[in-house]
């Protein structure tokens, strides 16, 4: 066949570039005889042999023209017959896949029909190490009830070529003669123990990297054909897809419980700024609800004594925007005020100065801080303060761009205490003015952020400032309505995600 070298060559070229099977007829001319005609074919499969070249594997058989045509519709018949077994087989592995979510459950499932499919005395998945040097058995089914598991048995990739190739190259290989064939080395006992012949390797191909091997030994001492190399890498493609997906949940659900671990922490350190219980002052009764949205929040409210017992401060805030990055100003906010409202009570305790007067100059200091440190981060907060004086009537206040509060008297009447001036944080050198109003016996001043009246059913309907004036309102003292207005909130938003934090405090004369 020397005359025909050019196109045999040709034809091995075409082979190993396109990776697919080629056949072609050659007209032979004997010396002294008839023309022969015979059907050369090259299969696609790559291998190593013993000395570590890569061989492809072929054959060559006589034909006539005619036989060779009507094979060739045959072999059509037969390749169509294939397929769909072949896609049945991948639709069955496909519903295998998605019946169930446990990974090892899948997994060994994929292995128990690989045997089936493949008839192969056992089939393992296999995974690399972390330090890329081994693969460990993560899913295994033998036919034979006498086999051991081979499920959690680590390899070494020294001394297993055949593994070695499939990794760095992402290709199958095909080994025969499995028990003594030198690319198998470090094997050769497992391969003997378990009477292996022949042995397929496939790449466990995820987003373009090899994570791992299925190997499929047979008993028998035929080569696994084109086409069975072809079904197990399909079937590889789709257990490296749910590997992987297995692995990326994995990932999100250990990344999510860590921040929910901080968060928790977050939360426990955030609640220890909340005051554990309201001090008290002779002449008031006082009263306060808090309710996270998130595990974290971005209201507060705080509560402390002044000039020695002699006044209270209590401060309501709500800052803008939610989650984390609301929580942290929410304890700067929280911080400044008390620090600055403290100093300006004990600077001023011996002059003349009002609580008016001292709680706008906290205001500001607070305010042009926050302002001029934190501009970048476009963070303000919404504040009601307002100072108690012992056995005394009157309540000076500020009221920083928050929902006014309102003041319900004995008589029937109300009052709104509208804002005074803008939300702390906005912008330096904020204009703020201090407002009084007097509380007889009975009166109530309520204050709450905006999570309350904006609190969402199941039906999407807010509890509203209509009935929340209608609760307080009622007949009942002061504990009483506060009590209904804590269980009608609770009812309004039962089986719904609280999207805002809801708080509020009140104070009345006693």
Not at 140 to 164: C, I, K, M, R, W
Not at 239 to 259: F, M, P, S
Not at 375 to 393: C, E, N, P, W, Y
Request: proline share 3%.
């Amino acid at each position: 066949i020397g005359g025909k070298k050019d196109e045999i060559l040709e034809m091995f070229s075409r082979v190993i570039s396109e990776g697919q099977q080629q056949e072609v007829l050659l007209e032979l001319q004997p010396s002294g005889g008839e023309p022969l005609t015979v059907c050369l074919s090259l299969s696609s499969l790559q291998k190593l042999d013993s000395d570590g070249n890569q061989c492809l594997r072929g054959w060559m058989y006589f034909v006539d023209k005619q036989s060779y045509i009507n094979g060739g519709i045959v072999e059509t018949e037969q390749l169509l017959k294939k397929q769909a077994d072949e896609l049945a087989i991948l639709n069955h592995l496909s519903v295998a896949t998605g019946s169930s979510l446990d990974l090892d459950e899948i997994l060994n499932s994929i292995c128990q029909e690989m045997v089936s499919v493949f008839n192969a005395r056992n089939t393992g998945i296999a995974l690399l190490n972390d330090s890329q040097t081994g693969l460990q058995v993560v899913a295994f089914h033998s036919e034979d009830p006498e086999e051991s598991d081979a499920t959690g048995l680590e390899f070494s990739l020294e001394g297993n070529d055949a593994s070695l190739f499939v990794i760095k190259t992402g290709q199958p290989i095909v080994v025969p003669d499995a028990q003594f064939n030198p690319i198998t080395l470090s094997l050769h006992e497992v391969m003997v123990r378990r009477g292996t012949s022949c042995l397929l390797v496939v790449p466990l191909l995820a987003r373009g990297e090899v994570i791992g091997t299925i190997g499929i030994p047979s008993e028998s001492q035929a080569v696994f054909s084109r086409e069975e190399v072809r079904l197990a890498q399909t079937i590889a493609g789709q257990v490296a897809g749910v590997i992987d997906n297995a692995r990326l949940y994995r990932t999100v659900e250990k990344a999510r419980d860590v921040a929910e671990h901080e968060l928790e922490i977050g939360r426990q350190i955030q609640i220890g700024f909340f005051p554990e219980s309201l001090p008290q002052i002779a002449g008031w009764e006082l009263f306060s609800y808090f309710q996270s949205a998130r595990q974290v929040a971005g209201d507060f409210y705080d509560a402390f004594s002044l000039d020695q017992n002699k006044k209270l401060a209590l401060v309501l805030a709500d800052v803008c925007d939610k989650g984390l990055g609301a929580a942290l100003f929410m304890v700067l906010f929280r911080s400044l005020l008390r620090a600055n409202i403290q100093q300006c009570f004990d600077e001023g305790s011996d002059s003349d100065a009002t609580n008016g007067v001292m709680i706008v100059e906290a205001v500001r200091k607070t305010n042009d801080y926050i302002a001029e440190n934190h501009a970048k981060a476009s963070m303000f907060a919404t504040v009601f303060i307002a100072v108690l004086s012992r056995d005394q009537d009157e309540v000076w206040y500020i009221n920083c761009g928050h929902d006014a509060p309102l003041a319900l008297r004995a008589d029937g009447s109300s009052e709104l205490l509208m804002p005074t001036n803008p939300a702390i944080g906005m912008f330096p050198d904020l204009p703020v003015a201090s407002k009084c109003i007097k509380l007889q016996t009975g009166d109530l001043l309520f204050a709450c952020t905006d999570g309350v009246p904006d609190a969402l059913s199941t039906d999407g309907r807010s509890f509203g400032k209509t009935q929340l004036l209608k609760i307080l309102d009622e007949n009942g003292s002061m504990e009483q309505r506060l009590d209904s207005l804590t269980t009608a909130l609770v009812h309004h938003t039962a089986g719904t995600e609280q999207y805002d934090d809801m708080t509020w405090i009140a104070f009345s004369r006693s």
